[in-house]
């Protein structure tokens, strides 16, 4: 059973900066994304960032040039650095990993989601 674990959200001042991690687990196959969305009161969920097992990046337009996200392949494991945070940041951070399995499908797996808040 795939599991997905978010960890590091928090409350952050305006102009602060904090670090989300995310790791997953229990699969046989392997990884060929990892990410992060995000969902915010009233609003649908919105991509943020990604990462693939190659190490190519793609952010949101939004989040470029704050934003940083990373991998560790070896541990399954996904950072987001957010800088500059800004009120609008937020929101429910989720993060996704896509697996290529069986057959060559592509199944995502989503975790539970951690909470950022950006206030004065």
């Known amino acids: 059973q795939v599991q997905v674990v978010e960890s590091g959200g928090g409350w952050v001042q305006p102009g602060g900066s904090l670090r989300l991690s995310c790791a997953a687990s229990?699969?046989?196959?392997?990884?060929?994304?990892m990410g992060w969305h995000r969902q915010a009161p009233g609003k649908q969920r919105e991509f943020v960032a990604l990462i693939t097992s190659g190490g190519s990046t793609n952010y949101a337009d939004s989040v470029v040039g704050r934003f940083t996200i990373s991998g560790d392949n070896a541990k399954n494991t996904v950072y987001l650095q957010m800088n500059s945070l800004k009120p609008e940041d937020t929101a429910v951070y989720y993060c996704?990993?896509?697996?290529?399995?069986?057959?060559?499908?592509?199944?995502?797996?989503w975790g539970q989601g951690t909470q950022v808040t950006v206030s004065s």
């Open positions: 229990g699969s046989i196959f392997s990884i060929n994304s």
């Open positions: 996704d990993a896509v697996y290529r399995e069986q057959g060559g499908k592509y199944i995502r797996y």
